[in-house]
Nanobody
Framework: VQLVESGGGLVQPGGSLRLSCAAS????????MNWYRQAPGKKRELVAR????????NYADSVKGRFTISRDNAKKMVYLQINSLKPEDTAVYYC???????WGKGTLVTVSS
């Protein structure tokens, strides 16, 4: 199993980023996919979830209206569009298939002026 997150970077408050996660080594289309984040000194938290066919999504209250999760099953990719970024969004972002211990190395998002 391999999960490779990308798309992070340094962005000013109010900016946007699109994170990507490339998945391989498991039956991607069978899994609900999560995006988690872990800020420095804090526990990893779930920010968004999308069902296997993409028909349903859920978001943490802290990101509702700003983050959008999507997936492309043909490409085995899951995405996280993050808008109106705030300094408190600074974290390493990870994708994860639901109910598994599969994790990538994450991608760092830093929101700072």
């Amino acid at each position: 199993v391999q999960l490779v997150e990308s798309g992070g970077g340094l962005v000013q408050p109010g900016g946007s980023l699109r994170l990507s996660c490339a998945a391989s080594g498991f039956t991607f289309t069978s899994f609900t996919m999560n995006w988690y984040r872990q800020a420095p000194g804090k526990k990893r938290e779930l920010v968004a979830r999308i069902t296997s066919a993409g028909g349903s999504t859920n978001y943490a209250d802290s990101v509702k209206g700003r983050f959008t999760i999507s997936r492309d099953n043909a490409k085995k990719m899951v995405y996280l569009q993050i808008n109106s970024l705030k300094p408190e969004d600074t974290a390493v972002y990870y994708c994860n298939p639901l109910m598994t211990t599969y994790w990538g190395k994450g991608t760092l998002v830093t929101v700072s002026s």
